[in-house]
């Protein structure tokens, strides 16, 4: 007979990290000459080789098949769309399985691994005494419904309902039948949960809606939230925040910090707010993905649809990931905080390559928008997808001639 040993917890999956968030971001504010190693890393749409430092890393995989090796120090590793292979290497890192498949080797030093119920395929290959698995379940789990396979390689496979979800290996295994889970489980109230795991800074909120039109706003502290079905809103405050919108026309504002804005299905509006670093994903549907004022370093992914892109002056250095041709970008200048040039990146087809070419836009007071383009395609981008708007984000638009 199978013992399955399951704890159950409210946890949130933002809350896994070991690293500093904070203080990461602020390493990252610094120039690069000044940055002494510490990173936030992200990967492309492409299949990608990422390397961390020595310090406590943050990497993020793109939506290719991606290969990260974090070097020493604790990190933390989140696996994107493709299927990755995640290497924490020395140190106490956190490796967070994505949609994909994914290889999660801890490497030295106590880890924990984070698989989600909804994405099955993943492979945990050295687990040790130490180490710990959380598995993200955001309904609540019937735990007759789990149980284990040992394997004649000597691996254990996780069973959800009898159907093979994860595989573990490693000397932690050994002869076991059975192994320690955590089970993430929010409730559908919409309280706020909040935990404080061993070796955590800080502490982190895990916040989750219902299938009804919420309205859950974060914290100044990094918040993970989690929401569900409806057309949501969200504004998630200061710190490093993840929010995911699930199904719904959702409208989600980032705040200040280095955030993650993940649209998911339907029509949804992301907005990066200030801070340096931020990732918005639209997902599938009619997006409008904003990079505000004060916005550096952004990321935008539109996704499945055609997307609408809406820069403001006072940002800079924006990429906008997987542009293409026929969708619009607006440029909406920001009074008396306009930068003498505001840089857009444009990749389009999301590949990255020979550089096509620029396009300078002049504004009605002189300022100058260099948009560069990159990738197949690109040279086919006209003045006719980019618009300068005389308002600021969130008032009437008025086009500029």
């Known amino acids: ?57 943050v990497i993020v995989a793109g939506s290719g098949d991606d290969t990260v090796r974090a070097g020493a120090g604790d990190d ?10 995640l290497n924490g290497e020395d140190g106490n890192d956190v490796l967070i399985a994505g949609p994909g498949e994914d290889q999660m080797t801890g490497g030295e030093g106590a880890d924990l691994f984070v698989i989600d119920l909804a994405n099955p395929g993943n492979e945990i290959t050295d687990y040790e005494d130490g180490d710990q698995i959380i598995v993200h379940s955001p309904d609540p789990v019937d735990t007759s419904t789990v149980s284990f396979a040992a394997q004649d390689d000597g691996s254990l496979d996780i069973l959800i309902d009898g159907e093979q979800h994860s595989s573990v290996s490693g000397a932690g295994v050994g002869d076991a039948q059975s192994l320690p889970l955590l089970f993430r489980n929010l409730n559908d109230t919409g309280d706020d949960p909040e935990a ?152 389009a087809d999301g590949l990255p390559g020979t550089p096509a070419g620029q396009i300078l836009v002049t504004g009605p007071d002189g300022d100058s928008f260099t948009i560069k383009l990159r990738g197949p395609g690109a040279a086919n981008i006209t003045l006719d997808e980019i618009i300068v708007l005389q308002s600021a984000i969130g008032s009437t638009d008025t086009a500029a001639t």
């Open 196 to 347: 404080i795991l061993a070796g955590l800074d800080q502490t982190l909120t895990a916040r989750e809606g219902t299938d009804g039109n919420d309205m859950l706003n974060g914290t100044d502290a990094p918040d993970t939230i989690m929401l569900k079905d409806g057309d949501d809103t969200s504004f998630s405050g200061a710190g490093d925040d993840v929010v995911d919108g699930g199904a719904g026309d959702d409208w989600i504002d980032g705040g200040d910090g280095a955030d993650v804005l993940i649209g998911a299905a339907g029509d949804d509006t992301l907005n990066s707010g200030a801070g340096r670093g931020d990732l918005l994903q639209g997902g599938a549907g009619a997006d409008t993905l904003i990079a505000d004022a004060g916005a550096r370093d952004a990321e935008l992914e539109g996704g499945a649809g055609v997307d609408l892109f809406v820069v403001s002056s006072a940002a800079n250095d924006v990429t906008i990931s997987d542009y293409e041709p026929g969708e619009l970008i607006h440029i909406r200048l920001a009074p008396d905080e306009a930068p003498e040039d505001t840089r857009i990146e444009l990749r």
């Open 1 to 57: 007979m199978v013992t399955v040993f399951i704890l159950v917890a409210i946890l949130s999956t933002a809350a896994t990290a070991f690293v500093d968030i904070e203080e990461l971001a602020a390493r990252a504010a610094e120039e690069p000459e000044e940055a002494e190693g510490e990173e936030i890393i992200r990967g492309s749409s492409g299949p990608d080789i990422l390397s961390g430092t020595d310090e406590d890393d």
């Open 76 to 85: 933390a590793i989140y696996g994107g769309a493709g299927d990755d292979t």
